[in-house]
């Protein structure tokens, strides 16, 4: 069984940046592809990012694509998420998912395991 808990979020200006973590617990994390998908009210959860398991590969929603990057430390069993240039569209609850191959993932229902999320409010 492996649990994530996400951590970092919060209420920022259009602008400014915020640092996700996702805090992985299961000695599969590092042969694990890990991934950030968002929801805002109202919306359907949509992909963020994704990162293989060795942090070689990282794929990104058009979106997010150059503000936003994805990193892993597989030593500390941690996925993060750095946000920067952030707008008021990217409000949402952040989720950290795991999946149980090693290759990107984009698709949320090939994820096997998912975070509780934390709530990121960009004001403008």
């Known amino acids: 069984q492996v649990q994530l808990v996400e951590s970092g979020g919060g209420l920022v200006q259009a602008g400014g940046s915020l640092r996700l973590s996702c805090a992985a617990s299961?000695?599969?994390?590092?042969?694990?592809?890990m991934g950030w998908f968002r929801q805002a009210p109202g919306k359907e959860r949509e992909f963020v990012a994704a990162?293989?398991?060795?942090?070689?590969?990282?794929t990104y929603a058009d979106s997010v694509k150059g503000r936003f990057t994805i990193s892993r430390d597989n030593a500390k069993n941690t996925v993060f998420l750095q946000m920067n240039n952030l707008k008021p569209e990217d409000t949402a609850e952040y989720y950290c998912?795991?999946?149980?191959?090693?290759?990107?993932?984009?698709?949320?229902?090939?994820?096997?395991?998912w975070g509780r999320g934390t709530q990121v409010t960009v004001s403008s």
């Open positions: 990162i293989n398991w060795s942090g070689g590969s990282t």
């Open positions: 998912a795991g999946g149980q191959f090693r290759g990107l993932i984009i698709h949320r229902n090939q994820y096997n395991y």
């Open positions: 299961g000695r599969t994390f590092s042969n694990s592809a």
